[in-house]
């Protein structure tokens, strides 16, 4: 059995700027995947791909296959059907659901418009809020979104997207407006509900350290392109792209007080700005001239797959002394 999702070589044009430069990695049936990046780095247009939410402007070559299908091929049609198979959580649940309607609305929707028993879709509404960690589930179910708080909205929203069991999880920067305690919580109780129906998630988000607690792998996005694959536990313990390890030494400590928050140096590059080469040679501490002319094809090294010219010199430890240290490299 081949993978539930395969991006294969996906490029991405809105009007003349571009967006992606030939993006691939695939996801696998139940399988919990990162993308993460600075900002402009593509990932949340590498998910909407998937479901095909972009802008009329927007022009593609490449594939985006869900379970065998090209997302970016389909008729209109045939899009609805494709759809049902995914799973979509936006960063502002204010904005996804209608601020007119009581919450019991939203959660019973789509059992209103297919004509299904809206007693049985009542009940596990109520059934799914609770098992979200929502307390008084049947008051909530009457209460309209203003009346709640963000992370309880954020349940109501992850809740009405399980309910429906989808093969795909598509979780753009569900928990960036949530407060720490609340995102572990929120993602936590996604996850056990997610692997009890066997649900894959693809999570867009820019923090590192909660893609690797809730994801099985890590996709590092940087001006449009992938730089490094590799399961979380390599991510965290051996990156090998320098731009991972920037990202890595840019998480301020927990055990020391800091002067100045680490950063990685220099302005991110989005994909319209990028030149022939390595979109980050710019920034990169190790970078040579090659660096900056040729892009570097992806190779397989030490668990990673990844795009560099100096992967090899990384691994061998060559380079500690030019690249930035993470957090348990300086104890």
Same mark, same amino acid.
């Given at each position: 059995m081949g993978p539930l999702v395969e991006y294969r070589d996906l490029a991405l044009t809105i009007g003349d700027v571009p967006i992606l430069r030939g993006v691939s990695f695939d996801v696998a049936a139940g399988e919990a995947v990162g993308l993460v990046g600075e900002s402009g780095s593509g990932k949340s247009m590498t998910l909407r791909a998937l479901a095909r939410l972009l802008p !009329?402007?927007? /022009? *593609?070559t490449g594939e985006a296959l869900? !379970? &065998?299908t090209d997302a970016l091929a389909l008729s209109r049609g045939r899009l609805r059907s494709h759809r049902r198979g995914l799973g979509m959580v936006f960063q502002d649940p204010r904005a996804a659901i209608n601020p007119m309607h009581p919450v019991e609305s939203f959660l019973v929707e789509r059992a209103r418009d297919t004509g299904s028993d809206l007693g049985a879709a009542r009940t596990s509404a109520v059934t799914m809020l609770r098992r979200m960690g929502i307390h008084d589930p049947e008051r909530r179910m009457a209460q309209y979104p203003f009346e709640l708080s963000g992370g309880l909205l954020q349940r109501v929203m992850i809740a009405s997207v399980l309910m429906e069991r989808p093969r795909l999880l598509l979780a753009d920067e569900p928990t960036t407006a949530l407060d720490v305690t609340t995102q572990s919580d929120v993602l936590a109780l996604? &996850? @056990?509900l997610r692997r009890e129906a066997g649900t894959a998630m693809l999570l867009v988000t820019h923090d590192l350290d909660l893609a690797g607690a809730v994801c099985d792998r890590i996709v590092v996005m940087y001006g449009g392109q992938v730089l490094e694959t590799a399961s979380a536990t390599d991510i965290a313990s051996r990156p090998v792209?320098?731009?991972t390890r920037g990202l890595l030494a840019s998480r301020p400590p927990l055990t020391?007080?800091? @002067? *100045?928050?680490p950063v990685v140096p220099g302005t991110p590059v989005s +994909? /319209? +700005? *990028? &030149?022939?080469?390595c979109p980050f040679a710019s920034r990169c501490p190790v970078a040579v001239e090659r660096c900056a002319t040729e892009l570097p094809e992806e190779r397989l090294i030490a668990g990673s797959r990844v795009r560099c010219h100096r992967a090899e010199e990384v691994v061998a430890g060559v380079l500690d002394a030019e690249l930035p240290l993470r957090e348990e490299e300086v104890r």
């Open positions: !009329d402007n927007a /022009s *593609t869900f !379970d &065998g996604a &996850g @056990d792209h320098p731009y020391r007080r800091l @002067d *100045t928050i +994909a /319209s +700005a *990028t &030149g022939p080469g």
